[in-house]
């Protein structure tokens, strides 16, 4: 039985969560940097917040519990990561924007998540396809975040990295059972496959927004873990029997805010309810 | 606000370890580890959470602060502290021996950090058996994973490696 919660101050817990590096932000890094830096900050947490977003729509729905519980877990793993990239971004941006508002109450241009996590999640095999892509990415990512100059960065990829190596390992699992499974399974795979593959190079794509901070240490230089992906999804794909995908022309965008339309109606659902009841609390 | 003198720490120490786990009340905070410590200047505890996105983090804080001011320190603060990351290796033997008592299998320590597989036999918490199978690496929270017993047939929890 659950413990009996008591009333608690409001205020008081909006303080203790809102300061978890006890007291006033300083970001550590020159003035120059924080309108990139809370860019980038968006960035991580878009493409956290909007992936678990998109698996919470298999809530109740997957083909069978033991994957109804993986993806819902999965999702709530992303939203957690995403609630702390997003209040530090908050903290960066430094106009009382906590990670709450950023995520409820931001237009879908304003975004800056990668193309790939927008993706509607098709059948199984295409959601498995997508989380596979975007799990082995984010787990070669993070591990290198965790030796960001920043701290308040850095340990939130230490902390996020260990749940992650769940998600790639539970997605490469499928991608292997469906790609050397039966035929249909296998049709199935290889259409996700090949259909997510042209999101792929947007996640690995060194801009303008971050070579500053590559360059200050805070964050890794993207090119430089797409060697690391590569194998790793070679490795995955022979052990299922299946051949890296056509090289497909790639498509891009989201990081500067140019979205599928997929996007804005994902929002729509995501940001109703404090929209429309703003400050609603239960 | 005045600092707390080892007096109070070890009974700020004392009261945490009396608050049950919302989700699995059978263990307490102190024995799941994500007790940091306790600071005596500016007084507060330390807390870390066990996933991040983990629902039982916020009824986890109010039952601290309950306890807390329940035994007359409602000026300490309750602090989130991410690094280092927990991980099930600080659950402590007590906690262990109440999870298995409980009905969920404890994970293994000192290799949370190397395996995520769990490949190492686990035992039934129900008739000791290890003759056991995973049936979800995902259960019912999202620290927990769904084994089943080959030989009792029952299905119970395992605390994941993490």
Known sequence: MAPSLPTIDREDEAKAVAAPHGGSFDPGVSADHLPALFDYLLRLGDDSLVLGQRLTEWCGHAPALEIDLSLANIGLDLIGQATLFLNLAGEVEGKGRDGDALAFHRDVLAFRNCLLVEQPNGDFAQTIARQFLFSTYSQAYLDALTGSALPAIAEIAAKAVKEVRYHAELSADWVVRLGDGTEESRRRMIDGLDWFWRFVDEMFEDDGVEAPLVAAGIAPKRGDLRSAFDARVGEVLRQATLSLPEYPRAVKGGRVGHHSEHLGHLLATMQFLPRTYPDAMW | ?162
């Open chain 2, 1 to 162: 606000m005045v600092a707390l003198d080892a007096v109070a720490s070890d009974l700020i120490l004392a009261v945490l370890d009396a608050v049950p786990d919302p989700e699995i009340p059978a263990v307490t905070v102190t024995d799941l580890g994500i007790v940091r410590g306790v600071r005596s200047d500016p007084p507060a505890v330390l807390v870390t959470p066990t996933y991040t996105g983990c629902p039982a983090t916020l009824a986890i804080e109010a039952s601290i602060r309950a306890a807390l001011d329940q035994a007359g320190f409602a000026q300490v603060r309750i602090e989130t502290v991410l690094s280092p990351p927990w991980s099930t290796d600080w659950i402590t033997e007590r906690g262990r021996e109440r999870l298995e008592n409980y009905g969920i299998a404890p994970p293994p320590k000192g290799i949370a950090a190397r395996h995520i597989r769990g490949d190492e036999p686990v035992g039934c918490p129900r008739c000791g058996s290890f003759h056991t199978q995973e049936v979800s690496r995902f259960g019912s929270t999202p620290c927990k994973a769904l084994w089943r017993c080959e030989d009792c047939l029952e299905p119970f929890d395992r605390f994941k490696c993490h």
